[in-house]
């Protein structure tokens, strides 16, 4: 059975930093493309960052280019969130997300990923 589970998630101010965790069982980090989503109180669920495992390159969202980054740890078999200069706006729930197969084209889309996590949140106050 997968299982995907976040972690790190709190309540920060503006300007903050925190790392999210997402640790996998029943399947292999290494051999999936893995992404972060995030979804705001009434707004659609939308892509952070993904990494495609095919070519190991890795797609921000404009709206956290240079201040979010994702990373693995495939012995731990888990892979991370690091978000810096955070502002209330990041605040969301956050979710991991993985498949395989996944192509460039569709790096960003939700309906490329096939297992999720049951999300983490992040509050940000100004």
């Known amino acids: 059975q997968v299982q995907l589970v976040e972690s790190g998630g709190g309540l920060v101010q503006a300007g903050d930093s925190l790392t999210l965790s997402c640790e996998a069982s029943?399947?292999?980090?290494?051999?999936?493309?893995v992404a972060w989503f995030r979804q705001a109180p009434g707004k659609e669920r939308e892509f952070v960052v993904g990494?495609?495992?095919?070519?190991?390159?890795?797609h921000y969202a404009n709206s956290v280019k240079g201040r979010f980054t994702m990373s693995r740890d495939n012995a731990k078999n888990t892979v991370y969130l690091q978000m810096n200069s955070l502002r209330p706006e990041d605040t969301a729930v956050y979710y991991c997300?993985?498949?395989?197969?996944?192509?460039?084209?569709?790096?960003?889309?939700?309906?490329?990923?096939?297992?999720w996590g049951q999300g983490t949140q992040v509050t940000v106050s100004s």
């Open positions: 997300a993985a498949s395989q197969g996944v192509i460039t084209s569709s790096i960003r889309m939700r309906a490329a990923y096939n297992y």
């Open positions: 029943g399947l292999n980090v290494r051999r999936y493309s």
């Open positions: 990494n495609k495992v095919s070519d190991a390159s890795t």
